[in-house]
């Protein structure tokens, strides 16, 4: 059963925006905190963003100042904003909740690659 749908990935240039989008379907996603995650080719994935259902809101340092969570209720959509990209920001990108993560339940992720 398909929790979550990841869209928006691409090819940008050094400096360049894209913005993902995550749909989301079942009720998990309306309990648990909503991470993006990526996975470098070669690399562990990490939590790059995080939002629980009272707006807190957390980002790595790496990614602090250029990228930004956000969720439409009505839509079951959350979004990874993401500005001045840069080429280790290159992965696969996921959304998740944090029972997700816990049980290993992953979508198929969106492809972003920063490249000149």
């Known amino acids: 059963q398909v929790q979550q749908v990841e869209s928006g990935g691409g090819l940008v240039q050094p400096g360049g925006s894209l913005r993902l989008s995550c749909v989301a379907s079942g009720s998990i996603f309306s309990i648990y905190p909503v991470g993006w995650y990526r996975q470098a080719p070669g690399k562990e994935r990490e939590l790059v963003a995080r939002i629980t259902q009272v707006d807190s809101i957390n980002y790595a340092d790496s990614v602090k100042g250029r990228f930004t969570i956000s969720r439409d209720n009505a839509k079951n959509t959350w979004y990874l904003q993401m500005s001045n990209l840069k080429p280790e920001d290159t992965g696969v990108y996921y959304c998740?909740?944090?029972?997700?993560?816990?049980?290993?339940?992953w979508g198929q992720g969106t492809q972003v690659t920063v490249s000149s």
């Open positions: 998740n909740t944090e029972f997700g993560v816990r049980i290993g339940r």
